[in-house]
């Protein structure tokens, strides 16, 4: 039986932009963001680098990085929701991607439409979709409100909803961006789950607490390159440092 695994070789992606006004100031140098180049007709942004990187079976990988440093780029390049411009990229094993779960939610249908939507798009077999729909509005805690449009929601009961989502989520690789703060111990418990049965987690956080206990080993991104891969306690400490150093220098 084949051995889920990514597996990147000097992987870029870069995203243009049409270059408009006086684009040189779009060189100068921020604290975020990955590094902008000048082209003749186009701004290149460089989300990610001639990265290579390995994710075998049974790891759990932790990503950080500053805003912009290609965290998301590259999980939505291990989701195949974006493509390789350069290197490659090998995917084995089906690939579940949490951040999906908030995606194509369409407003002006009820949550139970939704819910049934997202059971057709996840591939939930026609003869369990009842029992996955009965099971997000469960979770969901909606009560009527899951037979009302979506748009008729607060903001809090939107996350709500995407988060009673979860059971849907299905795969040997699961990819996260960001670990969902649950108030429902229920949907908690269901994430912990989804870990734990998962051949291959890579997530991405910032926080050192979910990272050390979910998490074995830890890769920090830098404009677009890989800075550090190792331990978790090694990398994040070196991680802090940075952070610590870049908000003492833009003080002065």
Not at 23 to 33: C, H, M, P, R, Y
Not at 224 to 248: C, F, Q
Request: glycine share 10%; charged share 20%.
């Amino acid at each position: 039986m084949t051995k889920a695994k990514i597996e990147l070789t000097n992987v870029s992606v870069s995203y243009f932009l049409k270059k408009s006004g006086n684009s040189q100031k779009a060189l100068e140098k921020g604290s975020v963001g990955a590094q902008i180049l000048v082209g003749k007709r186009y701004l290149e942004v460089a989300a990610l680098k001639n990265v290579s990187l390995t994710i075998n079976e049974g790891e759990r990988v932790g990503l950080v990085g500053i805003n912009g440093s290609g965290k998301t780029t590259l999980l939505k390049l291990c989701a195949g929701a974006l493509s390789v411009q350069s290197g490659k990229l090998e995917i084995v094993g089906n690939v579940s991607p949490q951040f999906s779960l908030g995606s194509g939610i369409k407003s002006t249908l009820s949550g139970r439409q939704n819910a049934r939507l997202k059971c057709l798009y996840m591939g939930v077999p026609q003869s369990r979709i009842l029992d996955y729909v009965e099971e997000v509005k469960r979770l969901s805690g909606l009560g009527g409100y899951f037979e009302l449009p979506i748009q008729s929601y607060s903001a809090g009961m939107k996350s709500r909803f995407v988060m009673s989502l979860l059971p849907l989520v299905r795969g040997e690789i699961l990819i996260m961006d960001e670990w969902i703060n649950a108030t429902d111990t229920a949907v908690d418990s269901i994430q912990q789950r989804l870990i734990s049965k998962a051949k291959i987690l890579l997530l991405a956080s910032h926080s050192r607490a979910v990272l050390e206990t979910w998490v074995e080993r830890l890769i920090w991104l830098d404009r677009g390159e890989l800075r550090a891969v190792g331990p978790v306690s090694e990398v994040y400490d070196a991680y802090h440092e940075y952070m610590l150093a870049n908000k003492a220098a833009a003080k002065k």
